[in-house]
């Protein structure tokens, strides 16, 4: 089983920060790798997969990078919305389908 | 774009089986190449991934609950189902169905189960 990793537990920021999550995998999983937003009481959102491409409708400043076992989302300039818990998840090819422990983006 | 919509009982006791719908709208779970999964939140915590059901009908559980574990799909109903045998305490989350034709683009909303008795 794949196990990830993500750094830090938690980044306390301000509107108009600039965000950087890590996402470390115990092997490669090439470039097969989503990121998920979840704000309290909601289901996650799928922002980014394969790495490194958008979901429909998620906004620019929202960029994924990385392959292999190192991974990082950057949101470029905070927005109120952004304020939340990213999870990384692994879609390599052999499931489990684990997911990261999460970070938590909160106010500064 | 899908929609999802969990149901089923928010109570189950212990050692009974915990069985949740999923009911799948703007879309068939028979479209091809389409994975539907379940995901569960334990309270405050992250997320687990349980396992999938390929529109085939093909299926993978995870590991740890793989022995207590069925999905299957109902296209009759379009609707695709989970069923967790000999619950206990620690199965008490925060279910989600979620589909998808590699990665989870789509989520319901998720039901709460609580085990107790």
């Known amino acids: 089983e794949i196990v990830l990793t993500q750094s830090p537990a938690t980044l306390s920021l301000s509107p108009g920060d600039r965000a950087t999550l890590s996402c470390r995998a115990s092997q490669s999983i090439d470039k097969y790798l989503a990121w998920f937003q979840q704000k309290p009481g909601q289901a996650p959102r799928l922002l980014i997969y394969d790495a490194s491409l958008r979901a429909t409708g998620i906004p620019a400043r929202f960029r994924g990078s990385g392959s292999g076992t190192d991974f990082t989302l950057t949101i470029s300039s905070l927005e109120p919305e952004d304020f939340a818990v990213y999870y990384c998840q692994q879609r390599s090819n052999w499931p489990p389908f684990t997911f990261g422990p999460g970070t938590k983006v909160d106010f500064k | 774009q899908v929609q999802l919509q969990e149901s089923g009982p928010g109570l189950v006791k212990p050692s009974q089986t915990l069985s949740l719908t999923c009911t799948v709208s703007?879309?068939?779970?028979?479209?091809?190449?389409?994975?539907w999964t379940w995901i569960r939140q334990h309270p405050g915590k992250g997320l687990e991934w349980i396992g999938y059901?390929?529109?085939?009908?093909?299926?993978y559980y995870t590991p740890s609950l793989q022995s207590r574990v069925t999905m299957s799909l109902d296209t009759s109903k379009n609707q695709f189902s989970l069923r967790l045998t000999s619950v206990t305490a620690a199965d008490t989350a925060l279910y989600f169905c979620?589909?998808?034709?590699?990665?989870?683009?789509?989520w319901g909303q998720g039901t709460l189960v609580t085990v107790s008795s």
């Open positions: 703007g879309g068939s779970v028979r479209s091809g190449g389409w994975y």
């Open positions: 979620a589909g998808g034709t590699y990665y989870d683009e789509d």
């Open positions: 059901i390929y529109y085939s009908g093909t299926t």
